[in-house]
């Protein structure tokens, strides 16, 4: 596994964004890394990061993918757009194949599934590469996980509006806001 070192001179304490609607995460994450000597900033959803990111670039961001209003994915063009050199991590506790792929084609440098520890987010914050270490599954995907899998997939083409996301599913809004809700299922 590549790592790279933060972009920080050693006598500045790195910057890091954490925007996610859960406050009680929020403020564990900027105690978590308070001590580990970074500055940290946060914002609850996309419209906060976007007023902090007027005046003020992170050299690292978490992003949680499921915020009120447009999703975390609509944030990372927007920070690597302003600064490329930001280390986005998205992060979830709905994840899917879908939203994985389109958080790193986006430019986000690795996506992990919740629960994390600030340790598993700097390690992440690190990655230069893939790590070919990491073997293939060879299970098949239950129904219930292609049907999520599916509406993850909408949901993102959709840019995270659960009405267009229902209509282009040909399902009722309310239908899909249940499946919404529910956790993924296992694989």
């Known amino acids: ?21 859960n406050e009680t995460f929020c403020s564990t994450m900027q105690r978590a890394f308070g001590q580990r000597g ?10 906060q990061a976007e007023e902090l990111l ?10 949680d993918l499921r915020l009120p209003g447009p999703a ?27 939203t994985a792929i389109e958080a790193i084609k986006l430019g986000a440098v690795h996506y992990l599934a919740k ?6 987010i700097e390690a992440a914050f690190r990655r ?9 599954s060879e299970s098949l995907f239950s129904v219930h996980r292609l049907e999520w899998e599916h509406i993850q997939r909408a949901l993102t083409d ?7 996301t229902a209509r282009a599913l040909n399902m009722h809004r309310r ?7 529910k956790h993924p299922v296992a694989s």
């Open 115 to 120: 629960p994390v520890d600030a340790e598993m």
């Open 158 to 164: 959709q840019r995270g509006n659960i009405s267009a």
């Open 128 to 136: 230069a590469g893939g790590d070919d270490r990491v073997s293939p």
């Open 72 to 98: 975390g994915l609509t944030l990372i063009p927007r920070i690597r757009a302003a600064s490329p050199d930001t280390r986005v991590v998205m992060l979830t506790g709905y994840a899917s194949i879908a």
């Open 175 to 181: 239908t899909l806001q249940r499946k919404l809700s």
């Open 38 to 47: 970074y500055e940290v900033r946060l914002a609850h959803d996309v419209r």
């Open 54 to 63: 007027k005046s003020w670039l992170p050299e690292f961001a978490l992003l």
């Open 1 to 21: 596994m590549n790592t790279v070192s933060p972009v920080s001179p050693p006598d500045r304490k790195p910057t890091l964004l954490v925007v996610d609607d």
